[in-house]
């Protein structure tokens, strides 16, 4: 497996503002995808982050609005933009190691808009 | 109808009680099967992972697949305090190169000392 770091993990923030999460993971790994988790729900995958392209949405989920850097092997960020109190969730960050291997997970970032 | 069913609970037992945990799906192409555990404030740990139909055990926890029902199980033995958590279900198939997870909603466990 492998240690994912997510900073912040919590941050509290003001509506139309913006803020950018950062996960670093301790070794180089293929894949990297950013999850939602509102409030006592399960997970949704918001995208995956490609290496020197541009990360792939799902459905619901825009570049604009969730706009996702992925400089090398080991790092990625979201930006979460222009929020509003619907976007108070928790984020998550979680790796890959391509072919068969499970996907592991960062505790997350808690964020709530005021 | 959701791809993959859980019962949200929660489910409250008593320490030292055999738990069972289940999902159901309705996408046969699922063919790699996960168990994560999270805890309050915290991310999805693995917990238990599976390919394809069968049984895996490890220590106290055993997980089942049976496609044939589109059914999987995870069994805690000798549940203690610290095994309250949320569990979720996971699943991927087999040609999904880009590595997509679905998750079930959720159960929350409680074991009382």
């Known amino acids: 497996s492998a240690v994912i770091s997510q900073k912040p993990s919590r941050d509290i923030c003001q509506r139309g503002t913006s803020l950018t999460i950062q996960c670093q993971v301790d070794s180089q790994v293929t894949m990297m995808f950013w999850y939602r988790q509102q409030p006592g729900q399960s997970l949704t995958l918001i995208a995956t982050?490609?290496?020197?392209?541009?990360?792939?949405?799902e459905s619901g989920f825009v570049i604009d609005k969730f706009p996702i850097s992925r400089p090398n092997l080991t790092f990625s960020t979201l930006t979460v933009s222009n929020m509003s109190p619907e976007d108070s969730s928790i984020y998550l960050c979680?790796?890959?190691?391509?072919?068969?291997?499970?996907?592991?997970f960062g505790d997350g970032t808690r964020l709530s808009i005021l | 109808q959701k791809e993959v069913e859980q019962d949200p609970g929660p489910l409250s037992v008593p320490e030292g009680a055999i738990v069972s945990l289940n999902c159901t799906y309705s996408n046969s192409a699922f063919q790699y099967f996960m168990w994560y555990r999270q805890y309050s404030r915290k991310g999805p740990e693995l917990l238990m992972y599976t390919y394809s139909s069968g049984n895996k055990e490890d220590g106290r926890f055993t997980a089942q697949v049976d496609k044939s029902s589109k059914y999987i199980s995870l069994f805690i033995r000798d549940s203690q305090p610290s095994d309250s958590a949320t569990y979720l279900c996971a699943m991927r198939a087999l040609l999904d190169a880009g590595n997509m997870l679905t998750f079930g909603g959720g159960t929350r466990l409680m074991v009382k000392p």
């Open positions: 979680s790796v890959g190691f391509g072919g068969d291997q499970p996907q592991h």
């Open positions: 982050a490609n290496q020197g392209s541009e990360a792939t949405y």
